[in-house]
């Protein structure tokens, strides 16, 4: 079914919710290729949930560093009324602004499940579907927060769906051992995980009124990384048919060879012979401080670059929307005096240093970190975005580019371990996420009129882009947000007034891009 034509068996207007709860509804149990699942009526029966559905079987014991395998069946009708534990990581500080997100939920390394929020059915309609993939780093993070709850989103017409995927050392250790074991390549097991979900709802969406042919992935920060390397990815190909990506570019890899590395080394740290050893150790020593593992080119799932795949036009050419936040650096380490600054441009640029401190002048304390925050935001986040719309474009897919400037409305007597007060955080790295999820009840802040009008304008837009490939509603409804053209940019402002407006910083964005750099630690 065509973008239009599903959006038009829909009926769905920009910001129209779904029909009343009479009407047809969601048949439970729900039969799927594993077995039945019954679920639970949520937002006053508009919507019924399913939670925590295997997808996969548990990566454990010998299934541990291994591609995801089918999940088993089971008999009669299973119960699907709560979410299934996380994977395995490490804690999130409690003086951390993302505990309040996270909290500490239950963890377990049998963690491939799923989540999904359907609108009441209505006979002879496929709505489309919106599959999330959580950020975190790549080592932190799970699909069953509650500011990730589907229900809001799906209750505007649309069948939302997240999961779980492995990180950190169970999700992206490569080793000699493994690649052997693997025909000539390891690592990105989290990947193959999101691919196997992906697989998942093609095959099983149908049975929750889901369109299988009309599949977004949306996700944010490490979600959107996993949106560009299913972008990039051969074996993710018509997978989904939209893509979503908020704060993450086209990041970084090492290769195989890198990995591999990195996996020895884990290995001599636990005092582990071989992946056999490995794989007889609990999950739990493998969080050790000081191990970890990221996603690689591993010639496989991945075979080049995220940015070389881009440049020569070979990823998936789908409809994209994609855009960073104000003030994204504010959630990381800054550098307090010019003289600690100047040596982190020149760690950061190398011999483009000299040309880097004029985009980012600094002569005092006070400037080293306004500028601190300035380099995180624009090399770690929105060069590697631009230069994604860059690339998407040209490749003649229809790109539509956002930046949220909204300023999270903390109280003065809140505090936050990332800079103080709390207030100070700003448009932060992922400010946007409960917003786009019409959660923003679920956290602790001063939220105005102005926030819930905004979230409203976010949930509309993202459900309009995965109804109709374009955020603004039907093919024929007047343009308020432009497709993104190179030379010509513009981008849509989310603050406290939405706008059409210039791409900010974009002379040193485009410096960014024109020459080689290298964040700390990455």
């Known amino acids: 079914m065509s973008w239009r034509a ?9 910001g129209l919710a779904a029909g009343p709860a009479s009407a047809a509804v969601t048949g439970d149990p729900v039969r799927l290729d594993s077995g039945e699942v019954s679920g639970a009526w949520r937002e006053n029966a508009a919507v019924r949930a399913y939670l925590g559905i295997p997808f996969a079987a548990p990566p454990v014991g010998d299934l541990r560093w291994r591609p995801p395998r089918p999940a088993p069946a089971w008999g009669g009708v299973r119960a699907a009324t709560a979410v299934g534990p996380q994977c395995p990581q490490r804690p999130t500080p409690r003086a951390s602004v993302g505990f309040e997100v996270y909290g500490a939920p239950a ?3 049998d963690c491939l499940s799923l989540n ?6 209505a006979p ?41 995927y492995r990180i950190g050392v169970l999700g992206f250790m490569a080793h000699p051992e493994l ?37 977004t992935v949306f996700g944010q920060s490490a979600g959107a990384g996993g949106v560009y ?5 051969p074996q993710a190909r018509g997978l989904f048919k939209g893509a979503i990506a908020e704060s993450l570019g086209l990041f970084q890899m090492g290769g195989l060879a890198d990995g591999e590395a990195n996996g020895r080394r884990i290995a001599a740290a636990l005092g582990a012979g071989s992946i056999a050893d490995l794989r007889r150790l609990p999950a739990e020593r493998l969080l050790a ?19 070389e795949t881009f440049a020569r036009g070979a990823q998936a050419r789908v409809p994209l929307l994609t855009g960073w936040n104000a003030d994204e650096g504010t959630k990381y380490p800054v550098f307090p005096t010019p003289q600690a600054f100047g040596a982190v441009l020149k760690a950061v640029f190398g011999v483009n240093a000299a040309r880097a401190a004029a985009q980012f002048p600094t002569s005092t304390d006070a400037e080293a970190v306004t500028q601190s925050l300035a380099l995180t935001r624009d090399v770690g986040f929105a060069a590697e975005i631009y230069r994604a719309a860059q690339l998407h474009a040209r490749a003649g897919a229809p790109v539509y580019l956002y930046h949220f400037a909204r300023r999270s409305p903390f109280r003065p007597d809140q505090h936050v371990a990332e800079i103080e007060p709390a207030t100070r955080l700003g448009a932060y790295h992922a400010a ?30 993202w459900v309009s882009f995965a109804t109709w490939g374009d955020p603004n509603g039907p093919p024929r409804s007047p343009a308020r947000w432009p497709r993104f053209q190179d030379g010509a940019a513009q981008v849509l402002h989310l603050g406290d007034a939405v706008r059409v407006g210039a791409v900010p910083n974009v002379e040193r964005l485009r410096f960014i891009n024109s020459v080689p750099v290298r964040m700390p630690g990455g």
Do not use: C
């Open 116 to 121: 999904v929020w359907a609108p009441p059915a």
């Open 124 to 164: 002879g309609v496929k709505r489309p579907v919106m599959v999330w993939i959580y950020g975190g780093s790549f080592d932190h993070g799970g699909s069953g927060y509650p500011v990730y709850d589907g229900a809001r989103l799906a209750r505007r017409g649309v069948v939302v769906v997240s999961f779980n």
């Open 289 to 307: 401080d000081g191990l970890g593992a990221q996603p690689i080119v591993d010639g496989h799932f991945l075979t080049a670059p995220l940015g």
């Open 107 to 109: 963890q377990d390394e």
């Open 229 to 233: 390397a299913l972008m990039a990815a």
């Open 432 to 461: 946007e996420v409960p917003y786009v999820f019409g959660t923003l009840g679920v956290l602790d802040r001063d939220f105005q009129p102005v926030d819930r009008a905004l979230s409203e304008r976010l949930q509309s837009a």
């Open 6 to 14: 599903g959006a038009m068996a829909i009926g769905l207007g920009l």
């Open 179 to 215: 690649t052997a074991e693997g025909g000539g390549a390891s690592g990105n097991y989290g990947f193959l995980d999101q691919a196997a979900a992906l697989a998942w709802v093609k095959r099983n969406i149908a049975a929750f009124g889901g369109d299988p042919s009309q599949v």
